[in-house]
C-alpha cells in the first residue's frame, strides 16, 4: 500500500495568515492527489483534486501543487471558517490511502 | 441535487453483525460508483473497498476483506454494507461517498456511529 505522510499533525495560525500543509507519498503517485476538509462531526468535503484543480464552489483560497511524492496544500488569508481538519488521499493505486491529517486551530 | 442518507447509529454487541445503508437521489445510481470509509473520530480514513451498481462488482481493501459485504439495491438507489464479526476496533464511523470517476469524492454521505459494545 502507498503510504501517505502528512505533516504537521496540528496547526496554529492567526486569521488572516497564509498556511501549508505537506503530503509526502512512499513512492510517486503521479499527481493522483486529492484534498479534503473536514469539519467535527461532518463529512470530509472535496477541495483539490489532481493535486492542483479547485473542486467547483472552493474558495480561490485555497490552492493546491506539488508532483511525483511531495505535494501541499496552501490556504491564503485564513478565515475562521477554515479551522477544521485536513486530509490527503492518493489515488494513483489501490487501496487508496489517506493521510494522517491536519488539525487547523486559531492561534 | 446529489444526496447521499445514511442510516442511524447502532449499538452492536461483539460478534454480531450489522447493515449499514447509504440512499442516494439527484443522480443515475444504477451506472455509478460508490465506495464506503472508516473513521474512528479524532483519526484518519480508510477506504473500506467500492461497488459499481450497474453490476454489483466490488473491490476492497484487502485489510477489509471478510470483514465488509458490499451490495447495492438499484430498484431504490441504495447501497448496502454488512460487517460481521465485530469487535471493539470496528467502533467507527461510516461514510459512503459517490466518486468521480473511480477516484476522488465529490458528495459525501454524514456517516453512521457504530458502536461496539456489550
Known amino acids: 500500500d502507498i503510504q501517505m505522510t502528512q505533516s504537521p499533525a496540528s496547526l496554529s495560525a492567526s486569521l488572516g495568515e497564509t498556511v501549508t500543509i505537506e503530503c509526502r507519498a512512499s513512492?510517486?503517485?503521479?499527481?493522483?492527489l486529492a484534498w479534503y476538509q473536514q469539519k467535527p462531526g461532518k463529512s470530509p468535503q472535496l477541495l483539490i483534486y489532481?493535486?492542483?484543480s479547485l473542486h467547483t464552489g472552493v474558495p480561490s483560497r485555497f490552492s493546491g501543487s506539488g508532483s511525483g511524492t511531495q505535494y501541499s496544500l496552501k490556504i491564503n488569508s485564513l478565515q475562521s471558517e477554515d479551522v477544521a481538519s485536513y486530509f490527503c488521499?492518493?489515488?494513483?493505486?489501490?487501496?487508496?490511502?489517506f493521510g494522517g491529517g491536519t488539525k487547523l486551530e486559531l492561534k | 441535487q446529489v444526496k447521499l442518507q445514511q442510516s442511524g447509529a447502532e449499538l452492536v454487541k461483539p460478534g454480531a453483525s450489522v447493515k449499514l445503508s447509504c440512499k442516494t437521489s439527484?443522480?443515475?445510481?444504477?451506472?455509478?460508483?460508490m465506495s464506503w470509509f472508516k473513521q474512528i473520530p479524532g483519526q484518519s480514513i480508510e477506504w473500506i473497498g467500492m461497488?459499481?451498481?450497474?453490476?454489483?462488482?466490488?473491490g476492497y481493501n484487502q485489510k477489509f476483506k471478510g470483514k465488509a459485504t458490499l451490495t447495492v439495491d438499484t430498484s431504490s438507489s441504495t447501497a448496502y454494507m454488512d460487517l460481521s464479526s465485530l469487535t471493539t476496533e470496528d467502533s467507527a464511523v461510516y461514510f459512503c461517498?459517490?466518486?468521480?470517476?473511480?477516484?476522488?469524492?465529490?458528495?459525501w454521505g454524514p456517516g453512521t456511529m457504530v458502536t461496539v459494545s456489550s
Open positions: 461517498a459517490r466518486p468521480r470517476g473511480l477516484w476522488y469524492f465529490d458528495f
Open positions: 439527484g443522480y443515475t445510481f444504477s451506472t455509478s460508483y
Open positions: 461497488i459499481y451498481a450497474g453490476d454489483g462488482g466490488t
Open positions: 513512492e510517486d503517485i503521479y499527481n493522483g
Open positions: 489532481n493535486a492542483n
Open positions: 488521499q492518493q489515488y494513483y493505486d489501490y487501496p487508496w490511502t
